[in-house]
């Protein structure tokens, strides 16, 4: 009775590890830890202590479980099982299909973040009964999954779904990549991040200035509250974003013609109004064929979509 399968997101920021039912995707147990500022032996340490974490709040016999999937925040070798670069998590070449193998002599499968969370929509989430969609994550950065007749694309070298990267405004700002223009340098969390810093400099108002003084941070959910206050400067940063990221949306409408666009990340989740500001948008812009046959909505498995399809990476 092989019926659980481990399943781990390897963030930028926390390992998340979970333990799952592969039959119909529920999530027993998890566990978390930070990754922040750690070198690659000290993460792949961590990883191994965080599955030992989840396996035994758990309480699942080693013997019921069949499978270790992992997604990587980087470039990955799907078939050797290398995190091949990952700058955010100072990771290159680290080989961990056969270090986890080695220590839980378990079969391991290693896969891209966005792919994986993909998968898991794919397989137990807002994407069961759909087989071609697209699946793009708002977050530091902005990623996407794409299936296409119930298959993840890959394209030829492994980096279809880019979407962050496609060109909204040319020769537009400096984006992370090299390039100008991204959407990513306009849409993400970082670019409205950005953003509000840049007017608070200039000496506009913001409830922001308080939460920074606070906690040092900006998390989803003080924009979303400071929305709720009638923040100008983040309603203004959250519109922009919106007003680029449906221009995005309204593109992979055209080119791609999916039946669902399915939208995740911190950002979707916290805020409904930059939600359903950017769905509007998006149906507006698009064609009028295309954007009538596609539903727009979000993850359902919500933070576990990436655990989830992990999990089933054993699948192929
Ligand atoms: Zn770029």
Known sequence: MNNYS????????????????????????TAKKRTKKLEADFIVQRIIETV?????????????????????????DRVNGILISAPNLNCFDVELKKILEEHFNIPTFVGNDVEVATLGEM???????????????????????IICDGKHLKGATGTAGEIGHI??????????????????AYAS??????????????????????TLKESGVIRSKDLADALDSGDEIVLNAITEASEYLSSGLASVINFYNPELIILGGGLM????????????????????????????MKTQLKDFSGIVGAAMLHQG
Request: proline share 1%; glycine share 16%; charged share 20%.
């Open 269 to 296: 989740e916290a805020i409904d109004f930059f939600y359903d500001l950017t769905v509007k948008k998006t149906y507006a812009k698009a064609l009028a064929v295309p954007a009538l046959k596609t539903k727009i």
């Open 52 to 76: 030992e974490k989840a396996i035994c709040k758990a309480q699942v016999p080693m013997s019921q479980i069949s499978s270790i999937g992992i997604g990587a925040a980087g470039q990955v």
């Open 189 to 210: 969390r970082s670019a409205i991040e950005k953003k509000i810093l840049g007017s608070i400099k200039k000496g506009h108002k913001s409830i922001i200035t308080e």
């Open 123 to 145: 397989k137990f989430g807002s994407g069961v009964g759909y087989n071609n969609f697209v699946c793009i994550f708002v977050g530091t950065g902005i990623g996407s999954g």
């Open 6 to 29: 481990i399943g781990i997101d390897l963030g930028g920021t926390k390992i998340l590890a979970g333990i799952i039912d592969t039959e119909n995707g529920t999530v027993i147990e």
């Open 167 to 184: 060109i909204v405004d040319s020769g537009g700002r400096l984006c992370g990549c090299g390039g100008h223009g991204c959407l990513e």
